[in-house]
Each structure stands twice: as structure tokens, then as C-alpha cells.
């Protein structure tokens, strides 16, 4: 029998890494499953998770609770996979962010909660990890106060502290829960600190709803019933985010959590924000057309495809007929089941609201919508950040290439953050993710998955050479072996162009002193000759070649003859024209703190940035500037180190400019240093 959208939560966990979601995730899951403690492994179930003790993906667990279908997604809390958490927030209707008692606010949290305000998703707050040492409940509930604003208010209290942590104490219930055993007395000694929770619990919910405002200030008692209504529609509205007491260790809390997700978290038809590409929201209705949102792929090389909907609006069952529009084609939907982490229960129907999983839809692909043929709509794919760390991939071993890159793409299908791309300046295939870690990770699971070895190195910065000066110059090309010869002669001139202008050739033979069948060969060998130059090798640019005069032979010239001739002009020409070195520079956006922007500054003029302008957004100050790209090679790193990476940026190509005289060494050095390094 299929659940209907009033009575299912869709909620994620978010958070810094260390601060628990798993292990809270894998407590709910155990609890409502009947057990008394976690199913440990249940979501952190690949090799690369269990050997680094981290999540490294998002993982999707189905459990009910009290009348409720709970879908809880499980998010990895390092700053180099948190594409996942961001995708997340789109598809849930609640976010649970989790925060660790001894450091509650780290760059993650931050920026997992801003991407939250962007879309509009309610919040509750777990404070986790209460049973360690020098932990305080009120301090962190200040903490979150201070950061993220005055709706953040307890909706329990910890009972005991550090090691002597007990249990939860409920200030709407006014009920305690030490050991399993409920009591309606206010534990000994906490009677003042429930009585200032309570206050400040409760001027918030009368502050979420006019009536009970109206009631408040007259002094009359709002009844529990009211309290918890009211709790629930400022979750929904986003006027309350409550915060929870937790050890997810021990096991204190985690019931607590899941009775707030069922009781009071908002259902996917309380929150109606799902919006298509032309900009027409899209119902959250189980009677409404169909449309259902892929927002995760999983790629196993036995078992195939599986992708992970979020279905939006309407009903379907197995075998359901249906339209990808990217595509155009047709899909029909397989067996559709409900994941508990790598495990899958089977489900006739799905309804609005709920979270699917279906194996081998054949053209489907991560961020797609899927159908009806007569009600086609796609909707929104979400924004993910910005590669700041890239690789030039290939395969170790000729003949694997296909084997290669068909490993990489099925990856990339996996995980959106990740980009494949090809530099048309280098002739590189670029892989590039949030951080090294997860480019390295993308490339270890490609080795242990599909058996094959990818070689991976730091991308070539495709410097360009021109000139600065006018030159003539001669390419007499003469060949005698016996019988018929070859010979041609071109004389040209050449001018540098502005920059960006790239290549102009001129005809300018008179009196036919080089036949007109042979101009166009002349053209070919200057064009084949300007692809290495006189300085380093690099191709060179932004020059105009005037064929002004030559010579040929009646017998021995020919297209060969003078294509070699053009080359040698071209050649003796550039280095009589003063060639120089061109870098690229690219365009810098750095967003951080404003306290931060002197350090940042001072790194970008180091790197021989030049500052373009300051700007504030939000709270935060945008700096803009223009870098050489050959000293960008590790700013991701830096920034990170010199930030504590509470700074993220943005690079676009740029322009490219001459490289100062006494840095032409410096910088071919550096850029022929990262061409040997390679990532293992």
C-alpha cells in the first residue's frame, strides 16, 4: 500500500565532518527498526568510506516512524564533497543541521547553512556530542544565536553534563527521559534553567502566529496543543528553528529527534517550491501530472545503473511509460524500491513527496526530469559550486584509453560535482572537483571499480608567443637528388596585431613571381610553422603575414616545396621581430569574511594579481582580481590554509598580457615543474 504526502518527511542531515550526522542517521534507523542501539554500516557502506571513517557521498534511508514515512538523506561533511549536501537541501523538506558541542561552528556549517537560506529550507538544530568533555548546551545555544540569528531556540534540555549526561528533558511535554523511563518532574536543580527555556520557547511561538501572540501578551497560558501547532507552523515558515539536545554514542536524544521530524518537521505538501525551467511552480500533488527530479546516480559495475527521484508531483507505479525532455526519449521505470542505505525494499506505487529508487533507466542522467509524454516540464538542476581543483587524466596504458575515459564519465555521471572537460589550448582532458581530495578519491574508486589506471598530473598553462616588432625575412627551400628537384622561394613580411586578433595573411605576389596554385601553400606552412615558437615552443599569435615576393621553377616547385618555404620564412622572420612570451591571466572572485580581506589581498598581489575592486555581499566582501593563471596552480590550496577555509572563489578565463622580461625563466620553469609532477 503506498503512502500518501501528507504523512511523509523528507529531511537531510548537514553539517561539518566529525559532528555525527551518520552516526544519528544509523540511531534512527536502528530505533525504528525496533532495535535499542545504531545499525552501524548501514550508510557509510563502501571501501573508501569504512577505510577513511567518513562519508564521502550522500546515502538515503527509508524508516517510519509513529504513522510517519521518514526518507532521511546522510550527507558528507568535508568541504570537498558538499555538493551532495547542497543537492540535499533542494530535495528535502527539512534540514537537519548537525553540530559537534565542542566546536559547533566550523566553515562547513556556515556554508551549508547559507546555501539552506537560498532554498528556503526550514532548519532544526541538533547539538551533538553533549556527553564529552567541556561541552555547554546554553553557551552553544548562544553560539548559534550570535551566527544564525534569534530564531534558534531549545526545544530540550540535556540532563546532566560532559560524562554524567542522562537524558533529554522535553519543554513542551515537561517530561523527562533518563534510561528509557519518563517522569514529569523537572529534574533537581534545573528548575530555574527550564524556567528561562521555557520563557524564550514560548515568546517564540507566540511570535509565529498572531493569535497566540494576541494571547501572550494578555497574559493567558497557550495549552500544550497550541504550543505544539505552533511549533510546527514556525518550522515550516522558517520563524523557529528549535534546537535538540543529543549524544548520538550513547544513544540519548536520537528518539527525541525522530519524534519532532514526525510530529512537527513540514511534509513535502507544506512546502509547494519546486520550480521548472520557464519559471511555473510546480504542486506538490498526488492528483497533479507526474514529475519526478533524479537527483542522485549510483553506478555499480555488476549491477548497473541506479538513480535515486524525487517524485514532485502525481503517482506512478512499475512499469510506468515516461519522457526525459533533455532527451526526448522514452524511459519506463523498472522496479521501484525504497533505499535503506545499498539495501532495497520493493514498493508498488510512489506518491508525491516520496523518495524512489529505480535500476536502469538507460538515458537518464543525474539532475533530469522524468514525465509524462502529454505534460512535458523540467525542472531546475541545482547550482553546485565551482571546481577549484583540476587534473590533465589519460590512461597509464596505450590501448585502455576507451576503457579510461568510459570509467571517468561513468564516475562524473555519478557525482555532478565532478567535470570532464577538454582544453582545446592544451589538447588535455580536464578532470576537475571541489578539492584534490575528491578528484583523487574519483580517481581511486575508477582503479578498485573498473580496473583500470588513470594517469593523473597537474594541467599545462597554454602560453601563447608573439611579437613586438616588424621583420622581413626569406624561406628559400632547394633540393637536388637526381631527376626532378624541388624548389620554392617566399619572401613575407611580418607585423605584430592587437592582442586577440589571432592570424591575418596577405596576399600581396605581383607579376606571378609565385604561381597562384602554390599561395595557398605558402599560407599552410606558416600556419603549420606558428604552432611552435622560437622562445618555448608555444604556438604562436596575433601576427599578419604579407607574401610579398618569391621565386619558383618551372620544373621543380611544387605544393611541398613551397609549404617548407613559408614555414622557413616564417621562422627566420620571428626571430628577427622580437618574440615574446604570453601568459594567460584569469579573472578572480574570492568570497570571504571581511576580516580576512587584508591576508587575501596581500596573497593575490604576491602571485602578481592586480586588485580590480572590493564589494560587499551580505556579510560577507567579494574581492575581484586578475592573476596570472601560472600562479593559480595551488590557490586552492593556500586559500584554504591562509582562510581556514572560511573563503571560497570562482576563476574565469581572462586575457593573456607579456610576460615581464625577468620572469620568462621563472615562469617556464614553473610551468614545466608541474607538468612532471603526477598524482598517485
Known amino acids: 500500500m503506498a503512502v500518501e504526502t501528507e504523512t511523509i518527511r523528507n529531511v537531510c542531515l548537514i553539517g561539518h565532518r566529525g559532528s555525527g550526522k551518520t552516526s544519528i542517521a544509523e540511531g534512527m534507523i536502528g530505533l525504528a527498526s525496533g532495535r535499542s542501539g545504531p545499525t552501524s554500516g548501514v550508510l557509510d557502506y563502501t571501501d573508501e568510506e569504512r577505510e577513511r571513517g567518513m562519508t564521502l557521498g550522500m546515502s538515503v534511508a527509508h524508516l517510519g516512524w509513529k504513522g510517519r514515512q521518514v526518507n532521511v538523506l546522510d550527507t558528507p561533511g568535508d568541504g570537498g564533497f558538499v555538493g551532495d549536501a547542497f543537492v540535499a537541501q533542494r ?14 561552528i566550523q566553515v562547513v556549517t556556515e556554508r551549508v547553512w547559507r546555501r539552506g537560506e537560498k532554498e528556503g529550507i526550514p532548519h532544526v538544530i541538533v547539538v551533538n556530542h553533549l556527553d564529552r568533555e567541556r561541552t555547554d548546551f546554553g553557551a552553544v545555544i548562544e553560539e548559534l544565536r550570535s551566527r544564525f540569528g534569534q530564531a534558534i531556540v531549545p526545544l530540550n534540555l540535556p540532563i546532566g553534563r560532559e560524562n554524567d549526561l542522562r537524558g533529554i528533558y522535553g519543554l513542551l511535554s515537561g517530561t523527562a527521559f533518563v534510561d528509557g523511563e519518563q517522569s514529569s518532574e523537572i529534574p533537581s536543580g534545573m528548575e530555574d534553567e527550564v524556567d528561562a527555556a521555557k520563557t524564550q520557547l514560548f515568546e517564540a511561538i507566540a511570535e509565529s502566529d498572531d493569535t497566540l501572540l494576541e494571547k501572550y501578551l494578555e497574559g493567558e497560558e497557550i495549552s500544550t496543543e497550541e504550543a505544539f501547532e505552533g511549533i510546527r507552523k514556525g518550522i515550516a515558515e522558517g520563524l523557529i528553528i528549535p534546537v535538540l539536545a543529543a549524544s548520538a554514542e550513547r544513544m540519548i536524544g536520537v528518539d527525541r529527534l525522530l519524534d519532532v521530524i514526525a ?24 492528483d497533479g501530472p507526474f514529475a519526478a527530479y533524479a537527483f542522485k546516480t549510483y553506478v555499480d559495475p555488476y549491477a548497473g545503473r541506479l538513480s535515486v527521484l524525487r517524485v514532485v508531483s502525481g503517482r506512478c507505479r512499475s512499469d510506468e511509460a515516461l519522457t526525459n525532455p533533455r532527451t526526448g526519449s522514452s524511459e519506463r521505470l523498472g522496479g521501484i524500491s525504497h ?6 525494499d520493493s514498493v508498488d506505487e510512489a506518491v508525491a513527496g516520496d523518495i524512489i529508487a529505480v535500476a536502469k533507466l538507460r538515458d537518464t542522467a543525474t539532475f533530469d526530469t522524468l514525465c509524462k509524454p502529454e505534460k512535458p516540464m523540467t525542472l531546475e538542476p541545482v547550482e553546485l559550486p565551482e571546481p577549484t581543483a583540476a587534473f590533465a587524466v589519460g590512461a597509464k596504458a596505450r590501448g585502455e ?39 583523487e578519491l574519483a580517481l581511486e574508486r575508477i582503479e578498485h571499480r573498473y580496473g583500470v589506471e588513470v594517469e593523473a598530473r597537474p594541467p599545462k598553462v597554454p602560453f601563447m608567443e608573439t611579437i613586438t616588432g616588424s621583420a622581413q625575412a626569406q624561406g628559400r627551400y632547394k633540393k637536388q637528388t637526381g631527376g626532378r628537384g624541388q624548389f620554392g622561394d617566399a619572401r ?8 586577440g586578433s589571432g592570424f591575418e595573411f596577405e596576399n600581396a605576389i605581383v607579376g606571378g613571381a609565385i604561381p597562384r596554385q602554390f599561395i595557398p601553400a605558402v599560407e599552410k606552412g606558416i600556419i603549420e610553422a606558428m604552432r611552435e615558437g622560437s622562445i618555448a615552443g608555444y604556438p604562436v599569435v596575433d601576427v599578419k603575414v604579407r607574401l610579398h615576393d618569391g621565386a619558383f621553377h618551372t620544373v621543380d616547385s611544387s605544393e611541398m616545396a613551397f609549404k617548407v618555404a613559408g614555414s622557413m620564412a616564417f621562422k627566420n622572420a620571428v626571430e628577427k621581430a622580437h618574440p615574446v612570451l604570453l601568459e594567460p591571466y584569469v579573472k578572480v572572485e574570492v568570497l570571504a569574511p571581511s576580516e580576512l580581506v587584508g591576508d587575501i589581498m596581500g596573497d593575490l598581489s604576491s602571485r602578481r594579481g592586480r586588485p580590480m575592486g572590493i564589494e560587499q555581499r551580505g556579510e560577507r566582501q567579494v574581492i575581484q582580481a586578475e592573476v596570472p593563471q601560472i600562479e593559480m596552480l595551488t590557490y586552492a590550496r593556500d586559500l584554504r590554509s591562509i582562510t581556514g577555509g572560511r573563503a571560497n572563489f570562482h576563476v574565469e578565463p581572462g586575457h593573456y598580457e607579456e610576460v615581464p622580461p625577468n620572469l620568462v625563466d621563472k615562469v617556464l620553469a614553473a610551468n614545466e615543474r608541474e607538468e612532471e609532477k603526477a598524482v598517485t
Not at 613580411?493 to 592582442?499: K, T
Open 492 to 499: 613575407i613580411e611580418l607585423s605584430p596585431l592587437p592582442r
Open 91 to 104: 530535495v528535502a523538506d527539512c534540514a537537519i543541521l548537525v553540530v559537534h558541542a565542542q566546536d559547533p
Open 401 to 439: 584509453e576507451e576503457k579510461v575515459f568510459d570509467a571517468i564519465r561513468r564516475i562524473v555521471d555519478e557525482d555532478p560535482s565532478l567535470k570532464l572537460e577538454r582544453s582545446e589550448a592544451t589538447g588535455e582532458d580536464i578532470l576537475a572537483g571541489l578539492a584534490q581530495m575528491h578528484v
Open 339 to 344: 533505499l535503506v542505505g545499498k539495501e532495497r
Open 263 to 286: 510530529g512537527s518537521a513540514p511534509s513535502p505538501a507544506d512546502r509547494s517550491r519546486w520550480i521548472t525551467e520557464e519559471g511555473e511552480e510546480v504542486p506538490c500533488d498526488s
